[in-house]
T-cell receptor, first 111, second 116 residues
């Protein structure tokens, strides 16, 4: 069936290091991908998005890479900070408003 | 520029009671979505609404759950005769509904429903 999943449920990184959070999707019709950050007790916060006609997009300290061949998405966070500690969700939509979320990866930043 | 507003933030109900969750979208947004999240899980789509119209309710349980987005006022997610399994965080999101940016959804802080 159609699904979006994450490889690692928990990721621990040292403050200052780079973080890479991975996501696999199975719906080949997906054409828009979003990364959300959710801190404890809060709603998901939009981080960065990418459309299927791109393979890389950069924001402030974050980069999203899309590999459509293997249906893989990753979020790279440069110089990880304690404030980056949260659960990160990848989400996808196939040209329609219904967004499918992955399980999430918990990022723990070690001071 | 207020974001998506949800109230109440926390709601406690006893089994059999009704729960009403409210969502005010961001200013200028005409599309509203409701999601449900269980602890340590991702968000599950429930329903997608535009003003006075339900566009997609494929994620809504067939019974006890309903949603509306009237011409005036907030969107309401209504759960009748709540059961303990309804305990979860319910998130609302909104999007502009324009040709390009409509797919980016912005989330509210959620309503945590606890059924005793």
């Amino acid at each position: 069936g159609e699904s979006v999943g994450l490889h690692l449920p928990t990721l621990s990184v040292q403050e200052g290091d780079n973080s890479i959070i991975n996501c696999a999707y199975s719906n080949s019709a997906s054409d828009y991908f979003i990364w959300y950050k959710q801190e404890s007790g809060k709603g998901p916060q939009f981080i960065i998005d990418i459309r299927s006609n791109m393979d890389k997009r950069q924001g402030q300290r974050v980069t999203v890479l899309l590999n459509k061949t293997v249906k893989h998405l990753s979020l790279q966070i440069a110089a990880t900070q304690p404030g980056d500690s949260a659960v990160y969700f990848c989400a996808e939509t196939g040209g329609y408003q219904k967004v499918t979320f992955g399980i999430g990866t918990k990022l723990q930043v070690i001071p | 520029n207020a974001g998506v507003m949800q109230n109440p933030r926390h709601l406690v109900r006893r089994r059999g009671q009704e729960a009403r969750l409210r969502c005010s979208p961001m200013k200028g947004h005409s599309h509203v979505y409701w999601y449900r999240q269980l602890p340590e899980e991702g968000l599950k789509f429930m329903v997608y609404l535009q003003k006075e119209n339900i566009i997609d309710e494929s994620g809504m349980p067939k019974e006890r759950f309903s949603a509306e987005f009237p011409k005036e006022g907030p969107s309401i997610l209504r759960i009748q005769q709540v059961v303990r399994g309804d305990s979860a965080a319910y998130f609302c999101a909104s999007s502009p509904g324009t040709a390009y940016t409509e797919e980016t959804q912005y989330f509210g802080p959620g309503t945590r429903l606890l059924v005793l």
